[in-house]
């Protein structure tokens, strides 16, 4: 059976080398996120400290956040591809049909726990999905914890949207919102609240993991967990940077610093953060209510059209969008028996 390493290297691995004079390389990040983001804290800025000092500081590296050239959240992906950044952790649903495979994850229903759909689309990654993530050294894909309704103006119940407008990212929660009668719009999670504020939109569909980092909880003052679906990023290295290290470094960032234990890591991350974001918003006296099995298991009977559908399209375009789904489902499953053995 196979182990899955969690991302807690530093104390374990032995530096490479030890250099008196500086790093060698300076890994550029860039992120939508503030400096002091829980998710980047709890992920990203840990994970690079621990690869800084497991290089014996022949790595270094600085970050780029909201409120600088690099923080747009749409174009992450894009500036590793260009070299303009060197490594990124960033959304995947802001460019429609481009990660068409990769976007099946988000399909309602299919994720229930994100730290076995991260694994799994991993690994998954080096076969389906290589063509997808040609343009970029991949180290691992990272699904959020479910995204949940966090509303503006209130609702009596969360399938009944009635003409609402909703922000959203990705088909998946697209379709989801126009299934319970909602307007989706689409919008980079930076921009919601003021668009919340200014009335511009109904509420937010987001993982609780937004909610501190952007602040949400003080423009939303009513949370509906349903877990209905999930989000898909992901953390990668441009080539040039990749290519650039000696094959030692390479080494290191391919057996310690990728793969399953960074998807574990960050996706962890995310559940971490979600139960601080969840005490945050209580305390704030904000109303949270949790959708019974019954009133999920009615929504869910609701949306297999449309998960039928959304598979549908893809196949369509010429992708195996079923055999892709299918796979998933069966690699989740393998990887939730592995962490149940641990």
């Not at 894909?141 to 909703?166: K, V, W």
């Not at 993982?207 to 423009?219: G, K, N, S």
Request: glycine share 8%.
């Amino acid at each position: 059976m196979t182990a899955i390493k969690s991302l807690a290297f530093a104390a374990a691995l032995t530096p490479l080398a030890t250099l008196a004079y500086g790093a060698d390389f300076t890994l550029r990040y860039s992120t939508m996120g503030s400096p002091t983001a829980p998710l980047f804290v709890c992920g990203a800025q840990s994970m690079m400290q621990d690869l800084a000092e497991a290089s014996g500081g022949r790595i270094d590296f600085e970050s780029y956040h909201g409120g600088t050239a690099f923080a747009n959240p749409t174009l992450q992906f894009e500036q590793v591809v260009r070299g303009v950044t060197d490594i990124s952790q960033g959304p995947l649903t802001y460019v429609p049909g481009r990660f068409a495979l990769s976007e099946l994850a988000t399909v309602p229903l299919l994720v229930e726990d994100n730290v076995a759909g991260s694994i799994a689309m991993t690994r998954l990654a080096q076969t389906w999905l290589a063509e997808e993530f040609a343009d970029i050294h991949l180290l691992a894909i990272i699904l959020t914890t479910p995204y949940q309704f966090h509303m503006a103006a209130p609702l009596d119940e969360f399938t009944e949207l009635e003409g609402r407008r909703m922000r959203v990212s990705g088909p998946g929660l697209t379709a989801l919102t126009e299934a319970f009668g909602g307007v989706p719009a689409g919008m980079p999670l930076p921009e919601v609240y003021e668009a919340m504020q200014r009335g511009v939109i109904d509420g937010a569909i987001a993982p609780w993991t937004a909610v501190p980092t952007f602040h949400l909880d003080e423009v939303a003052q009513q949370h509906i967990q349903g877990d209905l679906a999930v989000g898909l990023t992901f953390m990668g290295m441009s080539h040039q940077f990749y290519d650039s290290l000696p094959a030692d470094l390479q080494e290191l960032v391919d057996t310690h610093f990728s793969g399953d234990a960074v998807a574990r890591h960050e996706a962890e991350c995310f559940q971490q953060i979600d139960a601080q974001a969840i005490a945050a918003a209580q305390e704030r006296g904000n109303e949270i209510i949790v959708v019974s099995p019954e009133d999920r298991a009615a929504a869910a009977e609701r949306l297999q059209p449309v998960i039928e559908r959304l598979i549908d399209e893809v196949e369509a375009t010429g992708r195996p969008a079923r055999d892709f789904y299918e796979a998933l489902q069966a690699e989740m499953a393998n990887v939730s028996a592995e962490l149940a053995a641990e």
